[in-house]
């Protein structure tokens, strides 16, 4: 697939099909990629934790859906005026209570807090996923109970979470994620003037 086309319709994927395996090599491929990222030195902080236990990937699919209905429940009266924001809320929800069921759970880890060095990494793994049709959605919702997450795991103390993607096959379609223009987004020469 074309990089461009890749980019463009990279988009969080939050239902997926829990039937439909997912393979070990795909898997193997798109944390390859993530695994070649940039990094400040190259000091390559970022580890990738890859869950495809059952009962393990049931038990985050619970600590993450706890965390993302307390987040949720102030969002509740918003949707009644927004039907971008309700519809957005309707599939974070779906994915809060099938979190657990996806083929594979991607826990994105590193010690301290190399920020910078890490989601570069993992954009690269959501483009490799896109390539190979595989869904994802990069979520952080977890980070309430990730002391249970790193328990359930054995992690490391001094090592940290950063994000929990979901892989699987797409039950919807894929297309372009909404954006908006880049003449909104972006100056030439000074802040506020069109890019052209
Ligand atoms: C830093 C970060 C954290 C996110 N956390 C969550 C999350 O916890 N749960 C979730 O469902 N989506 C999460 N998302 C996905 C965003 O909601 C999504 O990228 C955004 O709404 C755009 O959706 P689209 O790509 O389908 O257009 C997160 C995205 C980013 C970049």
Request: aromatic letters at 6%.
């Amino acid at each position: 697939m074309d990089v461009f086309e890749a980019i463009r319709t990279t988009r969080a994927m939050r239902r997926l099909d829990p039937s439909r395996e997912v393979s070990d090599e795909d898997i193997r491929t798109i944390v390859e990629a993530a695994t070649k990222a940039g990094s400040a030195g190259n000091r390559q902080p970022a580890r990738w934790l890859v869950v495809r236990d059952a009962a393990k990937r049931r038990q985050l699919g619970e600590l993450y859906r706890e965390c993302v209905e307390s987040l949720l429940r102030e969002d509740q009266d918003r949707t009644k005026t927004d039907p971008a924001i309700a519809r957005r809320l309707k599939s974070t929800w779906h994915l809060a209570r099938h979190l657990g069921e996806a083929p594979v759970l991607i826990l994105v880890c590193a010690p301290g807090q190399p920020y910078a060095s890490i989601f570069v990494g993992v954009q690269n793994l959501m483009l490799a996923a896109r390539a190979l049709r595989l869904g994802t959605t990069l979520t952080t919702s977890h980070l309430c109970n990730e002391q249970k997450v790193k328990a359930l795991l054995g992690i490391p103390d001094d090592v940290n979470t950063f994000g929990l993607i979901p892989v699987g096959y797409p039950l919807g379609r894929w297309g372009d994620a909404p954006r908006r223009p880049v003449e909104e987004l972006a100056y030439r020469d000074e802040w506020g003037r069109e890019l052209r």
